[in-house]
């Protein structure tokens, strides 16, 4: 898959001045959010460091995605990882790791960030974006149903390496 224009930003209608766009050059402020941003996703992984964060903007299956508050100065209050991929029925895409900066939840980060990688995964020519969301996360359940994800039936296995 062709890599999108650096210069691709993403601009979603939204109350808030919040810009979506494609990391293409890693930055000191894109490490800097990732430091912050990853620790209230998980408890379990640490932030990206710059090496990893590079791989994966250079990478032509992974599109890192981040989102930027005008009002806080171009400030990153959010990302999401999209995986796009072929397979033999197609090409599919997948939404990964999505967080947004407590300080900003509830002003369309999120909807920003996944309406983005919606129309990133329609224009690379996917005929399905999957994510999965753990039911304690009620605001982004209904984020994700409000943008037209519906609930499948089957079962997520996991195989874990030591």
Do not use: C, K
Request: aromatic residues 4%; glycine residues 4%; charged residues 25%.
């Amino acid at each position: 898959m062709a890599r999108s224009d650096p210069a691709s930003v993403y601009r979603v209608a939204m109350p808030s001045a919040i810009e979506v766009s494609e990391v293409i050059d890693v930055t000191l402020d894109v490490v800097d959010a990732f430091a912050r941003l990853i620790p209230q996703l998980s408890s379990s992984n640490p932030a990206p460091d710059t090496d990893a964060l590079e791989a994966m903007a250079q990478s032509d299956a992974s599109i890192l995605l981040v989102a930027r508050d005008a009002e806080r100065d171009g400030e990153i209050v959010g990302s999401l990882t999209l995986v796009i991929f072929r397979i033999p029925t197609g090409v599919r895409a997948w939404i990964e790791d999505v967080v947004v900066d407590e300080a900003a939840r509830g002003r369309g980060v999120g909807e920003a960030l996944n309406r983005a990688a919606l129309d990133r995964a329609r224009t690379a020519g996917a005929t399905t974006v999957d994510l999965t969301s753990r039911p304690s996360r009620s605001s982004a359940n209904r984020l994700y149903q409000r943008l037209g994800f519906v609930e499948r039936e089957t079962n997520v296995y996991r195989h874990q390496f030591d």
